[in-house]
Nanobody, 122 residues
Framework: QVQLVESGGGLVQAGGSLRLSCAAS??????MAWFRQAPGKERDLVAT????????YYADSVKGRFTISKDNAKNTVALQMNSLKPEDTAVYYC?????????????????WGQGTQVTVSS
């Protein structure tokens, strides 16, 4: 069984920064991802990282502003979010999947955290 617990959300002004963390316990899978869901919208992929290679993917909307990283020893994945914009406001979810490739669709992911709210004020 896998448990994912997110932390680090909050309220920040536009242009500010937040750092989200996802602590994984139990079995860990190769692909870790961050998704986000704004009110009334679908859950969208933000970034992924592969545990063993460290390779990453970023959605175009966050490229250059967000950085995903991992700490293998602590089994944590972080999302550093800089230059935040009001449109980044959403509930952010950590997810993992049992496979060697990442996918854009949230249906491809097997385990999810409870989510953490990020609100960016203008």
């Amino acid at each position: 069984q896998v448990q994912l617990v997110e932390s680090g959300g909050g309220l920040v002004q536009a242009g500010g920064s937040l750092r989200l963390s996802c602590a994984a316990s139990g079995r860990t899978f190769r692909i870790m991802a961050w998704f986000r869901q704004a009110p009334g919208k679908e859950r969208d992929l933000v970034a992924t990282i592969t545990w063993n290679t460290g390779s990453t993917y970023y959605a175009d909307s966050v490229k250059g502003r967000f950085t995903i990283s991992k700490d293998n020893a602590k089994n944590t994945v972080a999302l550093q979010m800089n230059s935040l914009k009001p449109e980044d406001t959403a509930v952010y979810y950590c997810a993992t999947r049992d496979g060697s490739a990442w996918y854009r669709s949230d249906s491809a992911y097997d385990y999810w955290g409870q989510g953490t709210q990020v609100t960016v004020s203008s």
